[in-house]
Structures are given as structure tokens and as C-alpha cells.
């Protein structure tokens, strides 16, 4: 099992930026494909980005791509999602994500395929 635990949510103004961490614990990292996902208020849960084991593997939803990016660095267990250019409507509770086995590095973006969960933390971002 893996314990996943995000931080660097907060407010920022619109065009400003954030960067997420998601800081991991319990079974090697390496073994998990990452992924970011957001829910706003009274909206389902969507996918945000995916790394896979290594960083050779990512992806990224229409609505962040150009404007997020995601690494990870296994040395220290935490994966990290840039956010620039920040909109209103990235306003949301992001959670990072984690996935292991022989497809882990298959680009996945469905939420239900991710059995590991942090708390999740909130980004607002004011017009």
C-alpha cells in the first residue's frame, strides 16, 4: 500500500501560479504510475494529469494542457503538479492518485482505476 499526502493548495490570482506536491509513503514509488485529478463545487471529479513509473509518460486534459505540468522524482517520493497561468475556473480540491501492476504505465484517466487517495487540497483562484 502507499499513503499519499498533498500539499500547496492556496489562493492566487488569476494568471498566477501554484505548484502541488504530493508527498508519498509506504511501498517503493517507483512501482506507482501518478496521476492528478480536481472536483469543483457541485461537479463530478475529472482527471488533471498522468506520469507514469518514470517520467517518460505523461499526459494532461485539454482544459490544463500547455498551462500544467506534472513530475515526479522518486528519490524523494513526491510528485508534483506546476500550475500556470491559473483560471477561475481551475478552482477545485485536487487529489493525487496512484496506481500500480503491469498496465500502471498505461495512460489512465479514470478515477475509479486509482486505488490510492490523498486528502486531497484546495486551490482557489480569485478573477
Known amino acids: 500500500q502507499v499513503q499519499l499526502v498533498e500539499s500547496g493548495g492556496g489562493l492566487v490570482q488569476a494568471g498566477g501560479s501554484l505548484r502541488l506536491s504530493c508527498a508519498a509513503s509506504?511501498?517503493?514509488?517507483?512501482?506507482?504510475?501518478m496521476g492528478w485529478f480536481r472536483q469543483a463545487p457541485g461537479k463530478e471529479r475529472e482527471f488533471v494529469a498522468f506520469?507514469?513509473?518514470?517520467?517518460?509518460?505523461?499526459y494532461y486534459a485539454d482544459s490544463v494542457k500547455g498551462r500544467f505540468t506534472i513530475s515526479r522524482d522518486n528519490a524523494k517520493n513526491t510528485v508534483y503538479l506546476q500550475m500556470n497561468s491559473l483560471k477561475p475556473e481551475d478552482t477545485a480540491i485536487y487529489y493525487c492518485?496512484?496506481?500500480?501492476?503491469?498496465?500502471?504505465?498505461?495512460?489512465?484517466?479514470?478515477?475509479?482505476?486509482?486505488?490510492?487517495w490523498g486528502q486531497g487540497t484546495q486551490v482557489t483562484v480569485s478573477s
Open positions: 492518485a496512484a496506481r500500480s501492476g503491469i498496465y500502471a504505465n498505461y495512460v489512465q484517466l479514470v478515477g475509479a482505476k486509482y486505488p490510492y
Open positions: 509506504g511501498r517503493a514509488f517507483s512501482d506507482y504510475a
Open positions: 506520469i507514469g513509473q518514470s517520467e517518460s509518460t505523461t
